[in-house]
């Protein structure tokens, strides 16, 4: 079964910058699209960012021009580069997978990882 592993979240004042990565392990069929995905306490969890196996990305209108999604298509891997971080952007961040060039509510995968806390404080 393939599992996500999502890394590099912490602590960081606002206007600060960090990178998230997220590795599609044991055996990943043929992905297509990965996307980073957010979620409040509470809350549904809402798409961020996605890019497809040819490097076509999407991003939601509140991380354009901040974020930027990028991937190794080698390694399974999904990376989030995050900068001008705000408050606003604290949140449990999560990556999904899929076959498809597209995701929604998810990509495709029903497993998701155990995430990855951002913090945004001063």
């Known amino acids: 079964q393939v599992q996500l592993v999502e890394s590099g979240g912490g602590v960081v004042q606002p206007g600060g910058s960090l990178r998230l990565s997220c590795a599609a392990r044991?055996?990943?069929?043929?992905?297509?699209?990965m996307a980073w995905y957010r979620q409040a306490p509470g809350m549904q969890r809402d798409l961020v960012a996605t890019i497809t196996h040819g490097g076509s990305t999407q991003y939601a209108d509140s991380v354009k021009g901040r974020f930027t999604v990028s991937r190794d298509n080698f390694e399974n891997t999904v990376y989030l580069q995050m900068n001008s971080l705000k408050p606003e952007d604290t949140d449990d961040y999560y990556c999904?997978?899929?076959?498809?060039?597209?995701?929604?509510?998810?990509?495709?995968?029903?497993?998701w990882g155990k995430g990855t806390l951002i913090t945004v404080s001063s």
């Open positions: 999904n997978a899929g076959r498809e060039g597209s995701c929604g509510d998810d990509c495709g995968m029903d497993n």
């Open positions: 044991g055996n990943p069929f043929s992905i297509d699209a």
